[in-house]
Nanobody
């Protein structure tokens, strides 16, 4: 069955960096675009980054463009999110997802606070 396991979330100070990882299994990873979403407290889940199946194309929400970088390793079935210059408003639970499959992982908590 499809499994997605996010990791790497932590408490970090404003201006700091984190690298999130998502390990995927149960489907042909290299056939699917991968997405990162986040859900901030009291807000709807939002799409923040997408990478094509080959890794050749990426897209970002305006709120993270220039600060976050999505990447993937099709040999290891992983997708990563490098997050730099973190702000308090980046505090959220972060999720990865294979597009257009309906499955979600449990998410990983990122808290940006001094």
């Amino acid at each position: 069955q499809v499994q997605l396991k996010e990791s790497g979330g932590d408490l970090v100070q404003p201006g700091g960096s984190l690298r999130l990882s998502c390990a995927a299994s149960g489907f042909t990873f290299s056939d699917y675009a991968m997405r990162w979403y986040r859900q901030r407290p009291g807000k709807a889940r939002e799409l923040i980054a997408q990478i094509s199946s080959t890794g050749g194309n990426t897209n970002y929400a305006d709120s993270v463009k220039g600060r976050f970088t999505i990447s993937r390793d099709n040999a290891k079935n992983t997708v990563n999110l490098q997050m730099n210059s973190l702000k308090p408003e980046d505090t959220a639970v972060y999720y990865c997802k294979a597009h257009p499959l309906p499955h979600w992982g449990q998410g990983t908590q990122v808290t940006v606070s001094s």
